[in-house]
Structures are given as structure tokens and as C-alpha cells.
């Protein structure tokens, strides 16, 4: 099993920054993927930003130059600085990783943290 624990969700105006963070524990020999998604209400669950194998990155478009996603191998964690926030930012924030959790396993399991709130006033 692999435990995520995310951080950094609030309340902010329009313009403003939050940084979202997200640490990682459990049965992990190595993250193959780790990342960001959204949910606002009435919504499906979208991406937000990602890396991927090989350290690569994906962002949404509505993240592009406005969200940075980074990470700290060391910890297990990953992070987002979101800045320049509009309203239509508002969901809740969901943490992911995928998991190669012992050498050699066949298994890939995805975890999903429990989700913070984001909340973009006008």
C-alpha cells in the first residue's frame, strides 16, 4: 500500500498563489508517475500537471505558465505552485502516483491521495 499525503489547499483572491504539496510512503521501489489532478463541482476529474517516466512533464493547458509542478526524489513528494489563480480554478485538488512497489514486480498499482481544496474568490 502506498500513502499520500497532500497539503497546501485554501482560500485565496483571484490573482493570488498557493503551493500544494504531496509526499508519498509506503510500498514504493519506484514512482513511475506522480502528479496533479482537479475535480470541480459537476466536473470529471482532469489533469493538471504530471511527471511522467523519464522525468518528463505534462500540464493541461489551463495550467500552462501559470502552474509549476516540481518534485524532491529524496522525499517521495511532489509539488505545485500555482500562481496568477482564477475562479475557474476552484476544485479540489487530487494527488496521484503511480508505483512499481517492489524490484521485479509485474504490478503497477495508482494511488490517489484523499484531495485538498482550492477555493478562488473574485
Known amino acids: 500500500q502506498v500513502q499520500l499525503v497532500e497539503s497546501g489547499g485554501g482560500l485565496v483572491q483571484a490573482g493570488g498563489s498557493l503551493r500544494l504539496s504531496c509526499a508519498a510512503s509506503g510500498s514504493i521501489f519506484r514512482i513511475n508517475a506522480m502528479g496533479w489532478f482537479r475535480q470541480a463541482p459537476g466536473k470529471q476529474r482532469e489533469l493538471v500537471a504530471v511527471f511522467i517516466s523519464g522525468g518528463s512533464i505534462n500540464y493541461a493547458d489551463s495550467a500552462k505558465g501559470r502552474f509549476t509542478i516540481s518534485r524532491d526524489n529524496a522525499k517521495n513528494t511532489v509539488y505545485l505552485q500555482m500562481n496568477s489563480l482564477k475562479p475557474e480554478d476552484t476544485a479540489v485538488y487530487y494527488c496521484?502516483?503511480?508505483?512499481?512497489?517492489?524490484?521485479?514486480?509485474?504490478?503497477?498499482?495508482?494511488?490517489w491521495g484523499r484531495g485538498t481544496q482550492v477555493t478562488v474568490s473574485s
Open positions: 496521484n502516483v503511480l508505483v512499481t512497489p517492489t524490484y521485479g514486480s509485474a504490478s503497477a498499482p495508482n494511488y
